[in-house]
């Protein structure tokens, strides 16, 4: 449950761009703050089976997104591959400027 | 012009699983095979015009999704740094599995 939890959280970071704004906000309410969907119907006026209809709904679109851009995927391999980079840099008489190099790329993750 | 189809070659290559079946056929013709728009409308049997538009139309959708992900600016932006990272690994005594794991890293973009 907490790993799904955390993989949705990962999509949403990659993908919120192409959801629409109140899909945004009953993910971001839903997933980062915390709130039930009780709390979110009420705040925006709705039934909870809406509320929890629309994030069903964007959570099969993330995925759907991730099985077509593998953006998640793609820096998660980069992320093994930084980590190894990493070691290497640390055990040997590291060149400054190549470590900084590194690090701003990781950055742009 | 030539920096333009360059643009939207590239964008074509991140996002064409976004688009759908008729846009990736007709987009494939003209940019990647040089169809012309006739050629093109004759072998679908539609008109010049409804191909024309539909190519126009992809093109706008694929710096829509650009704007939003941004996978060809960072590209761009990885680029540069990797070409930076292969002259230093160049000029010095350059450890071979730290070589190879640039390469990989290089090679998911």
């Known amino acids: 449950m907490l790993e799904k939890t955390t993989r949705i959280n990962y999509l949403y ?37 809406a509320v929890y209809d629309n994030i069903k ?13 593998l953006l998640f995927q793609k820096f998660q391999e980069r992320s093994t591959i930084f980590k190894q980079i990493r070691k290497i840099l640390d055990k040997q008489d590291s060149n400054q400027e190549l470590t900084s190099l590194i690090e701003t790329l990781e950055k742009l993750d």
């Open 57 to 69: 709904r964007t959570e099969q679109m993330l995925e759907e997104y991730e099985q077509k851009l």
């Open 13 to 49: 970071d990659f993908y919120q761009s192409l959801l629409t704004p109140k899909q945004r906000s009953y993910m971001s309410l839903y997933y980062l703050d915390d709130f039930s969907l009780g709390e979110i119907a009420e705040e925006f006026g709705v039934s909870r089976q």
